[in-house]
């Protein structure tokens, strides 16, 4: 029988590893950038055709190769990085496997022209499929500039996986965000279609937080650092009021490296713990300074999962230190206690105290107690007549739930705050209407939720809506990835009742806002909305679920809202025109009864 194993070409090896290094056209914009970086580049340019189907170029004006160097880039396990095993544990630059290029080759067609400073005429470099066309002296600047067309024209299969071109586009701007934020100092700028998304200049991290996501999330962020000998950790959490269900930036860095790190997130999140209602998310940006040699960073080809030697410590470390920055710039809001039907408690107040009370002494043992105040009786002239003015309602003898005013000021104290002949208000956020099965208790915050949903759905599907103009047209700027979304969203956005202008750049003109939706932040709104859509599928049919949800949840009757009698039954009544009362469209009960029998066991 004859030998059956053999070694693969070296054609074949690479487009296996490819497959794990180049994922999509954001993998290729990731490898390149970051090794333009590590040559010590301070502009770099990218532009992307089709989302990176049919060309990607990465143009910057680092230290350039010599004609060797070129070709021997583009051969498996090639680096200039490291030189021994050891090397691995004093890493300082981005990549250092020689991985990256041979895998780029191996799915595309390449062309690399590049120069040195030293030398007076370049290279040119071609490459199709990891086979070499042709290498020649060519004309050039200094640095490199890499062309790759045709992604994977090879791998048809990996071709025909890709996503749509704005989700393709938005994975390149979400890997060029990660690279940007940990080089200030460099000018970085991101083309599609000869439509320029991103023109960032070099300054600080704060000004380049800034022009990636916008001069509004500039005056929400606070400043975390800390330095101790484990690591240092510097970088920006938001306010609490910055918080968002979906679409917050949230990233990591260490040493200049972008990582996905669940366990610190926790701590991050931990620290404003009873700040934030469940589920809601603040954008952070943490760049952690440690050891090589405490990390090890050759875990995954992304290189985006990372261990670390004294994750505990840095943990508890990460934890007080964004404790200490929100303690430090954020004013803590105060909490709100719970004080329906509470006994009035007179405060001790020195100003109101009349001139017989007795003082505090010079050692603060002032008791209140220790003698009886006479107050004037000029205070209370004209109570009786003030008293006749109120409202008087009979008192039925064995109503447990006594008349109260709109205002609280007569009666007994009750848990419901309005009455009404079928429906009752707890604490302004269930309704309880009795049924014959027991009794009904409904969310109210929930219940106007699916309401608004499918009134809205039906909005976009029919284009019913009507526009409300504003007086004074407000100013929202989106982020690059927002941008990209928006065109295929717009007509939606129209559709329900928004009229939005270009003014240039990533900023438009709100001149008109869906009917019902005064008082809201229409600003908060869009960013939400589009969030919500970025985050499903690129489908109408889910771009209209995300935006009638999206805006049902802001526009819907917030929790602690007193209603009406007559507010309450036209809720109640709404709901059960709707095609689900049972459940909110992201599948919350809205509902719930309490049956007769669970009533007289609870009452013996």
Same mark, same amino acid.
């Given at each position: 029988?004859?030998?059956?194993?053999?070694l693969?070409?070296?054609?074949?090896?690479?487009?296996?590893?490819?497959?794990?290094?180049i994922?999509?056209?954001?993998?290729?914009?990731?490898?390149l950038?970051?090794n333009?970086?590590?040559a010590?580049?301070?502009?770099?340019d990218?532009?992307?055709?089709?989302?990176?189907?049919?060309a990607?170029?990465?143009v910057d004006?680092?230290?350039g190769m010599?004609?060797t160097?070129?070709?021997?880039?583009f051969?498996?396990?090639?680096t200039?990085?490291?030189?021994?095993? *050891?090397d691995?544990f004093a890493?300082?630059?981005?990549g250092?496997?020689?991985?990256?290029?041979?895998?780029?080759?191996?799915v595309?067609?390449?062309e690399l022209?590049?120069?040195?400073?030293?030398?007076?005429?370049?290279t040119? /470099?071609?490459l199709?499929?990891?086979r070499?066309?042709?290498?020649?002296?060519?004309?050039?600047?200094i640095?490199?500039?890499?062309?790759?067309?045709?992604?994977?024209?090879n791998?048809?299969a990996?071709?025909?996986?890709?996503?749509?071109n704005?989700?393709?586009?938005?994975?390149?701007?979400?890997?060029?965000e990660?690279?940007?934020?940990?080089?200030p100092?460099?000018?970085?700028?991101?083309?599609?279609?000869?439509?320029?998304l991103?023109a960032?200049?070099?300054g600080t991290?704060?000004?380049r937080i800034?022009?990636v996501?916008g001069?509004?999330l500039?005056?929400?962020?606070?400043?975390?650092?800390?330095?101790?000998?484990?690591?240092?950790?510097t970088?920006?959490?938001?306010r609490?009021?910055?918080?968002?269900k979906?679409?917050?930036?949230?990233?990591?860095?260490?040493?200049?490296?972008y990582?996905?790190?669940s366990?610190?997130?926790k701590?991050?999140?931990?620290?404003?713990e009873?700040l934030l209602?469940?589920?809601?998310?603040?954008?952070?940006f943490?760049y952690?300074t440690?050891?090589?040699?405490?990390i090890?960073v050759?875990i995954?080809?992304?290189?985006?999962?990372?261990?670390?030697?004294?994750e505990q410590?840095?943990?508890?470390?990460?934890?007080?230190?964004?404790?200490?920055?929100?303690?430090?710039?954020?004013?803590?809001p105060q909490?709100?206690?719970?004080t329906?039907?509470r006994p009035?408690i007179?405060?001790?107040?020195?100003?109101?105290?009349?001139?017989?009370?007795?003082?505090?002494?010079?050692?603060?043992?002032y008791?209140?107690?220790?003698?009886q105040?006479?107050?004037?009786?000029s205070?209370?002239?004209?109570?009786?007549?003030?008293?006749?003015?109120l409202?008087?309602?009979?008192?039925?003898?064995?109503?447990?739930?006594?008349p109260q005013?709109a205002n609280?000021? /007569?009666?007994?104290?009750?848990?419901?705050?309005?009455?009404?002949p079928?429906?009752?208000?707890?604490?302004?956020?269930?309704?309880?209407t009795?049924?014959?099965?027991?009794?009904?208790?409904?969310?109210?915050?929930r219940? *106007?939720?699916?309401i608004?949903y499918?009134?809205?759905?039906?909005?976009?599907?029919?284009?019913?809506?009507s526009s409300q103009r504003?007086?004074?047209?407000?100013?929202v700027e989106?982020s690059p990835q927002?941008?990209?979304?928006?065109?295929?969203?717009l007509?939606?956005?129209?559709?329900?009742?928004f009229?939005?202008?270009a003014?240039?750049?990533?900023?438009?003109a709100?001149?008109?806002?869906?009917?019902g939706l005064e008082?809201?932040n229409?600003?908060?709104l869009?960013?939400?909305?589009?969030?919500?859509?970025?985050?499903?599928?690129?489908?109408?049919?889910?771009?209209?679920?995300a935006?009638?949800?999206?805006?049902?949840?802001?526009?819907?009757?917030?929790q602690?809202?007193?209603l009406?009698?007559?507010?309450m039954?036209s809720?109640?009544?709404?709901?059960?025109l709707c095609?689900?009362v049972n459940?909110t469209p992201?599948?919350?009960?809205i509902?719930?009864?309490?049956?007769q029998?669970?009533?007289q066991?609870l009452?013996?």
């Open positions: 029988m004859s030998d059956i194993i053999q693969l070409p070296d054609s074949v090896a690479n487009q296996i590893a490819a497959g794990e290094v994922q999509r056209p954001a993998s290729v914009i990731k490898e950038v970051e333009a970086v590590d010590g580049a301070k502009h770099i990218v532009l992307v055709t089709d989302a990176g189907r049919t990607i170029q990465v004006d680092g230290c010599s004609e160097d070129a070709r021997l880039a051969e498996r396990h090639a200039s990085k490291i030189r021994k095993a *050891d691995l890493l300082t630059t981005m250092f496997r020689g991985e990256a290029l041979p895998s780029i080759a191996a595309a067609q390449v022209r590049t120069r040195r400073a030293t030398d007076e005429i370049g040119s /470099l071609r199709s499929a990891s070499v066309e042709s290498q020649e002296p060519a004309g050039c600047p640095g490199s500039n890499f062309l790759v067309e045709n992604l994977f024209f791998v048809p990996r071709r025909k996986f890709l996503k749509s704005s989700t393709e586009l938005n994975n390149i701007i979400a890997a060029y990660r690279i940007v934020l940990v080089y100092e460099i000018c970085f700028s991101l083309h599609s279609n000869s439509q320029e991103l960032l200049r070099s991290l704060r000004q800034s022009d996501f001069k509004r500039n005056h929400e962020l606070l400043p975390v650092d800390v330095e101790t000998s484990l690591c240092k950790i970088g920006f959490v938001g609490p009021e910055s918080a968002r979906k679409g917050a930036q949230q990233f990591f860095f260490v040493n200049g490296r990582m996905r790190h366990y610190f997130h701590a991050v999140m931990q620290a404003f009873r209602p469940d589920g809601m998310q603040v954008p952070y943490i952690f440690v050891s090589p040699a405490d090890d050759n995954h080809p992304t290189k985006t999962e990372i261990k670390f030697e004294n410590p840095i943990w508890q470390i990460l934890a007080a230190a964004v404790k200490e920055s929100i303690g430090k710039f954020c004013e803590i909490i709100d206690f719970d329906e039907g009035d007179p405060v001790y107040n020195p100003v109101a105290l009349p001139s017989s009370a007795p003082r505090p002494s010079a050692d603060g043992s008791n209140p107690f220790q003698q105040v006479q107050w004037p009786r205070s209370a002239d004209g109570w009786q007549q003030l008293y006749d003015r409202p008087r309602e009979p008192q039925t003898e064995g109503n447990i739930f006594a005013g609280g000021e /007569l009666g007994s104290p009750s848990p419901f705050e309005e009455r009404s079928s429906h009752y208000q707890y604490k302004g956020m269930y309704i309880m009795a049924v014959k099965s027991g009794l009904m208790i409904i969310d109210q915050h219940a *106007d939720i699916r608004r499918e009134h809205y759905m039906q909005q976009l599907q029919q284009g019913t809506a504003m007086l004074f047209p407000e100013v989106f927002q941008q990209t979304s928006l065109p295929a969203i007509p939606q956005l129209q559709a329900i009742g009229d939005l202008t003014l240039g750049g990533n900023s438009y709100i001149n008109g806002v869906p009917s008082g809201l229409y600003v908060t869009l960013h939400n909305m589009l969030n919500e859509a970025i985050d499903s599928s690129s489908t109408d049919a889910s771009h209209h679920h935006l009638a949800l999206s805006m049902a949840r802001q526009a819907a009757i917030p602690g809202q007193v009406s009698s007559d507010e039954e809720l109640v009544n709404e709901l059960f095609s689900d459940h992201d599948g919350h009960a509902l719930n009864i309490l049956p029998q669970d009533i066991q009452l013996g």
